[in-house]
């Protein structure tokens, strides 16, 4: 864990270079952010390169790098640098999310893990409290909410050209599988990808919501803060299975979203047991061993959800079960998280 007392050093190292274009210091522009000091020695900060040419982004992240490698303790340096000027058109500007109380990311480090699975029947758990509820996929390269969903319609906007979510399983679901060609592979680069998120999320018609969940791409790359940026998630709930390869990667994650002040509010262990026939219990990817995922991703295990066959089918139907282990797990995870983030708000 970072404390405020160890990142003062790294702060006051910067606090000496100009902004390229502000009047200020890098600190005082906000140009630097999320300055931090991992327990392993490794120093990160957010650098915003907007205005900047190329080359002034380079030098100014080199300065950055040789200053922050002078502090004691710091052993390297890893600056994520961050760029708003791609994202334009109609709806940039428009706050989509101000009537949303609560965004909600559900993530992973790995695909495969059931992060969608999870994401789309705990909406409809918190749905089931009767609260207001919406799923924005962000997964632009995976879409699966509208198969989840078994939404055959697309989205259609506004006459301001705003996208208005569709109603399914009573959500509000956008994604790209209710824009593109869903057999389309989608090939975008950064800055569509950011404007198709803009569009799909503060720029889209989302209306009066209690909880907003975003289905977030899997991995720790340019999207992911891209998205943790434009939709300042309350907090992100994390997916695994308890297998090694999956936590490994799901702590880069917690750690990414750390960084970006995005709290982890707990972890959900997926496809943790088979319950089979006979009483018997399998475990495909491992046992979830509470303390030991507690320990590597920093947040409490808040449900170990079996594989259930009947999921599986379901999911591919487009019928998501309203009862079984696993969405009576997700209803009791529903509670406690809604719980959580109203008391975080008070
Ligand atoms: P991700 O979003 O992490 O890529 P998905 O949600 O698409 O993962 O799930 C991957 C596959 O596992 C899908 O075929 C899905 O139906 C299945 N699946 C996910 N969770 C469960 C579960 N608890 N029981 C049974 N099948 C599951």
Redesign the pocket.
Known sequence: MTSRHATEPLALSLAGIADPRGSGSILDTGRVSGIKLADDGTASAVLAVDGLPAAAARALETEIITRLRQVPGVARVRIIQTSERHVSGPTADANGLASVRHVVAVA?G?????????AANLALALRRRGLAVGLLDA?IH?P?AHILLGIRTRATATSDRRLIPVAAHGLKVLGMGLMADPDRAVAWRGPMISGAMVQMGPGADWGQLDVLIV?MP?GTGDIQITLAQKLRPAGVVL?TTPQALAVADARRAAALFRQLDVPVLGTIA??ARIDAPGGKLLHPFGKADAPKLEAALGAPLVAA?????A??AA??QGTPLATGP?AETLAGVAARLWEELEARRA
């Not at 790995?110 to 699975?117: C, D, E, I, L, P």
């Open positions: 992973s790995k695909g495969g893990v059931g992060k969608s699975t999870v997964d995976g699966s289905d899997p997916v997926n496809m959800l079996p594989l259930d066959p999921v599986t999911s591919d696993v």
